[in-house]
């Protein structure tokens, strides 16, 4: 079996390679237009494509391997990280369903994601889809916590931080509590953080916005040491700095986004499935 590496996962797809398939070698160039040329040098029975869509031109690039790949019988595709997953339903009349155009335009025997931001994602593809969970991977990782507690910021996170505290950890979210009309509160719903280091987990982190308010809260609430932790590391524009201005400990993610802050990766996590 031969892992291609798209462009922007190189990294992870060397590293799924230690643990199954071999690895293509793909040529990649941009012609004085800006054009992304491809070429997968090797002859290909069996692949699997591991590439990210962080950009605009990622898409094409996975467009491209995939028409690379044409001979083969069988493609599957892995796309660590899917963007545009956010847009997965029409808010305003009018609007594009940005997930639906993505997912739609990719034919595959297979594809699989990993915690896609989008529930209704699986109705747009039109080949089976299957998406992994790197939450129990995020919470091996912490092993070097002090008494760790996951926290969900929001309910949208609080399925992510259990499954991240299911490898024999505490979770919690953060919850708004109104105190009198003119009051909210925010804290964790069921357990004190006091002295204990706080891993605040969310799919992913764009502005930084979500983690830099809930990271406040757990400092006042007494935390230890905050820790953020996501799958996917958007980091747009000075969410880094955001992050750290307000206290933040230390930030990780998984290498589904390839960054500085890739300190867990999803390699095994894929390497098990594509087995
Ligand atoms: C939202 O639905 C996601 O799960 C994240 O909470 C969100 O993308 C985080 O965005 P930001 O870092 O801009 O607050």
Sequence with gaps: MQ????????????????????????EYKRFPDGELYVRIRDEIEEPTIIQSIVTDSDLICLLQLIDACSEAEKVRVIIPYLGYARQDKVFKRGEAISARAIASHIKAEKVYTINVHSELIKNYFTCEHVDLNAGPVIGEYFSFAKDPIFIAPDEGAADLARSAASVGYDYDVLHKERISPEEVRTVPKRLDVTGRDAILIDDIISTGGTMVE???????????????????????????????????????????????FSKISVSKLIGEVIK
Excluded: W
Aim: aromatic share 6%.
């Design 3 to 26: 892992i291609i590496p798209g462009i922007s996962s190189q990294t992870l797809t060397k590293h799924v390679c230690s643990i199954v398939g071999e690895l293509a070698s793909v």
């Design 214 to 260: 809930a990271t406040k809260i757990l400092k006042k609430s007494g935390a230890r040491n905050v820790y953020v932790a996501c799958v996917h590391a958007v980091f747009v524009d000075d969410a880094v700095t955001r992050l750290f201005d307000v206290g933040v400990e230390q930030i990780y993610s998984t290498d589904t986004i390839e960054s500085i």
